[in-house]
């Protein structure tokens, strides 16, 4: 079912149809499969299949983190770090970020680097995690939300 969803979504040896895959995906999600939960909240946070909707977003992606997901795990950070569907909170967003760094999720180190927590992702590459130490360099404001989901959005079109 999941692997259906993906052939839809990218055209993976079907015709493209979104919202079939949104649909599998969603039935897969339900029966637990966590690799549904990440892109079915993709769909919904890009609004793609389905209508586009944060608070659907971080039902799934908040399932798949408590399963493991790095990604998930990056998605929630950045939903902290935008305020999308949560209250904005950078401490929220470096503890999701460390979360899937310590997994190896490498865009998550950036966004620690990106929010100014460069001694912080420098000691998880190094196997020590820390508190985060915000560095001189921190900028006031997150990233541009455009350039965030379109980091998103490229990043899980290759996940699969």
């Not at 015709?15 to 079915?40: D, F, N, P, Q, Y």
């Not at 939903?79 to 909170?89: F, K, P």
């Not at 310590?102 to 966004?111: K, V």
Request: charged letters at 20%.
């Amino acid at each position: 079912m999941f692997d259906m969803s993906i052939c839809y979504r990218h055209g993976y040896g079907a015709r493209i149809e979104i919202e079939s895959a949104a649909k599998l995906l969603a039935h897969a999600a339900e029966l637990g499969h966590t690799k549904a939960m990440v892109e079915l909240g993709l769909c919904a946070w890009f609004g793609e299949g389905m209508a586009q909707d944060d608070q659907v977003a971080l039902k799934w992606w908040k399932q798949a983190a408590a399963e493991g997901s790095a990604v998930a795990q990056y998605s929630l950070g950045v939903m902290h770090e935008l305020g999308r569907a949560v209250q904005r909170q950078d401490q929220r967003a470096v503890e999701h970020y460390c979360a899937a760094a310590e997994q190896g999720y490498h865009p998550a180190l950036q966004a620690l680097q990106d929010l100014g927590v460069a001694d912080m992702s420098q000691g998880i590459l190094a196997g020590n995690s820390a508190e985060p130490q915000h560095s001189s360099t921190r900028h006031p404001h997150p990233r541009p939300e455009p350039l965030l989901s379109q980091l998103l959005h490229s990043l899980y079109s290759c996940l699969y």
